[in-house]
């Protein structure tokens, strides 16, 4: 069994890292008010008519100090944060496929909320994001510094899933699984996390094929070195089969697009158009498949006696 109190404690400690607590301490220094007005649509929008021009500069210096912003966008009164994912294309996308209402949802691998506090709207019972990463984590709390959203942010990653202190109705593990070298032992632990009769609804890279195999790229693809397995459809549904689940459904298979995923002002490092071969699009740089996604649901059913 994990404690994972001494966890959180343990994780809790990035904000004193050399590279975050400078961040961190520009959070801190976030004006306080009471007249804030939140419009959530395709992008996050945060108003209130008493920021002053000044508290306007220091919001603006202080989300930038802790980009990149992959997730979103946001707008904080006059700072408008042009994410590097267009993030309301897959929640649009994937909005008519579930109901989250009076449902205790857990959002694994939430980066800085963005799904999280675009389901706020569907009123659920709970939200608790799970993602170890200290910058998004940042994000979170500078957003929610405003927000005030009373959603749970976990420094956990998947694997605690299983351990963690109640289950929950729907789990949503959006771009994970590929990063985990033991895809079925992470699909696992999401089916423990679930209660009876919850859905997982997940995506994850792909390849085409009817056969039952998976891209193994020996380095890195699309550039990113921790990319273990890409499978296809069949092989995914397997993995999710022998972690325990049934009633798989397909829900959207979808090409990754420039409109979707590109460089803006807030991030510091390459995009999409940087990850594919010049001379053919449809390649990664190393000569893969160029990226592709599956979104599927799969339920946790108990088995008839």
Request: hydrophobic fraction near 35%; charged fraction near 30%.
């Amino acid at each position: 069994m994990i404690d994972l109190d001494k966890l959180r404690a343990d994780r809790e400690k990035c904000i004193e890292w050399k590279n975050i607590k400078p961040r961190w301490e520009a959070i801190k220094g976030l004006p306080i008010l009471d007249d804030i007005e939140i419009v959530l649509g395709k992008s996050v929008d945060i108003y209130s008519p008493s920021l002053s021009k000044e508290d306007e500069e220091y919001i603006y210096k202080s989300a930038k100090l802790i980009q990149p912003w992959r997730k979103g966008p946001f707008r904080v009164s006059t700072t408008f944060i042009d994410s590097e994912w267009q993030s309301y294309i897959k929640y649009d996308l994937l909005k008519p496929h579930f109901n989250i209402k009076d449902k205790i949802v857990g959002d694994i691998g939430c980066n800085n909320g963005y799904y999280l506090f675009r389901m706020m709207e569907d009123k659920p019972k709970r939200l608790v994001g799970f993602d170890p990463s200290s910058i998004p984590y940042c994000q979170f709390k500078f957003l929610d510094h405003f927000i005030q959203s009373g959603i749970k942010y976990e420094l956990l990653g998947v694997e605690h899933v299983e351990f963690y202190e109640h289950k929950f109705d729907i789990l949503f593990c959006l771009g994970v699984l590929y990063h985990r070298p033991d895809p079925v032992g992470a699909l696992k632990s999401l089916y423990k996390g679930l209660n009876w009769g919850g859905e997982l609804i997940l995506d994850t890279f792909m390849i085409d094929g009817e056969d039952e195999v998976c891209l193994t790229p020996k380095k890195r693809y699309s550039k990113i070195p921790n990319i273990y397995f890409i499978p296809t459809i069949n092989a995914l549904k397997n993995w999710c089969y022998r972690a325990g689940f049934q009633e798989i459904d397909v829900l959207e298979i979808s090409k990754t697009e420039p409109n979707e995923q590109r460089k803006t002002e807030w991030i510091d490092t390459e995009s999409l158009n940087d990850f594919l071969d010049e001379s053919d699009k449809s390649k990664t740089v190393e000569g893969y498949p160029a990226p592709k996604r599956v979104y599927i649901k799969a339920r946790k059913i108990r088995k008839k006696s």
